[in-house]
């Protein structure tokens, strides 16, 4: 639960493309059992790909992969205890690492900490090898995203820096 702050970007990309998803609480450590029977469900499920978001050692994902076939995304978490904000050992270093480093035969792909956005535009790229619908809403998504860097490049332009960033941070 205290990873749920950073994964919900995860969630909300996913369904501002109206992606269904399930989002569930599994601990590789306290609940081993459930995330073996959690890698079934999704196969049977039909899942296409699964997220996982973990902070410290970072177990979660690479577990998870070796139990399914299905691509796995992990996020390596900053602060994986808000309610005491115990942060990693080294700035999050340390789940990137975790995650990364998986032995040969049991990949997870790994974005950058804290970074569930960007697992939930992978997760979409993976999706659209199948979804011509999804393609073209990512190809939307990214002309939106040119068009506001050059949005804001004129901003800046017109405004001079120090306005620029009084309006755009304050």
Request: charged share 25%.
């Amino acid at each position: 639960s205290s990873d749920s702050r950073i994964m919900h970007g995860a969630a909300e990309i996913l369904d501002s493309f109206s992606i269904p998803h399930e989002d569930q609480i599994i601990s590789a450590h306290r609940t081993p059992e459930r995330l073996n029977e959690y890698a079934k469900h999704a196969e049977k499920s039909k899942f296409k790909v699964i997220i996982a978001g973990a902070g410290g050692a970072a177990h979660l994902p690479g577990m998870i992969a070796s139990h399914t076939v299905l691509p796995v995304i992990g996020v390596p978490i900053l602060v994986y205890n808000d309610k005491q904000q115990k942060k990693s050992a080294f700035g999050g270093l340390d789940s990137l690492l975790s995650i990364s480093e998986m032995p040969s035969g049991s990949p997870v792909v790994t974005v950058g900490v804290n970074k569930a956005v960007n697992a939930g535009i992978y997760a979409l790229k993976i999706l659209a090898n199948e979804s011509s619908n999804i393609r073209k809403m990512l190809k939307s998504h990214k002309e939106k995203q040119h068009k506001s860097v050059l949005k804001e490049s004129q901003d800046l332009k017109k405004m001079g820096l120090k306005k620029f960033v009084k309006k755009k941070f304050k």
